[in-house]
């Protein structure tokens, strides 16, 4: 059974950047859609973006496109996200996912998970 491990998280200032990674083991992650979500206390979890399984399309949120930017390396068994320009409505527990099924924003279509990764962002 596959398994995600995100890393990258950590604490920047308001304008700064992290760079996120999902690494896979135990399955291939080539074959899956990667989403990228977030949560943040007291809040639901949230979809932030996505990238096909072969990395020609990427689907982001409204308030973080143009900032944020998911790649993936098949090779590597791996995603990543990069976050520019962050602001404190960012700070969350952010997780990757991957599912078989298409590009979908709805998190209950992906299957599998990661642990998350703690970003926060001062002011």
């Known amino acids: 059974q596959m398994q995600l491990v995100e890393s990258g998280g950590g604490l920047v200032q308001t304008g700064g950047s992290l760079r996120l990674s999902c690494a896979a083991s135990?399955?291939?992650?080539?074959?899956?859609?990667v989403g990228w979500f977030r949560q943040a206390p007291g809040r639901e979890r949230e979809f932030v973006g996505l990238?096909?399984?072969?990395?020609?399309?990427?689907r982001y949120i409204d308030s973080v496109e143009g900032r944020f930017t998911i790649s993936r390396d098949n090779t590597k068994n791996a995603a990543f996200l990069a976050m520019n320009s962050l602001r404190p409505e960012d700070s969350a527990v952010y997780y990757c996912?991957?599912?078989?099924?298409?590009?979908?924003?709805?998190?209950?279509?992906?299957?599998?998970w990661g642990q998350g990764t703690q970003v926060t962002v001062s002011s």
């Open positions: 135990g399955g291939t992650l080539s074959t899956k859609t």
């Open positions: 996912a991957a599912t078989g099924s298409g590009w979908s924003p709805n998190r209950h279509a992906y299957d599998t």
């Open positions: 990238i096909s399984h072969r990395g020609d399309i990427t």
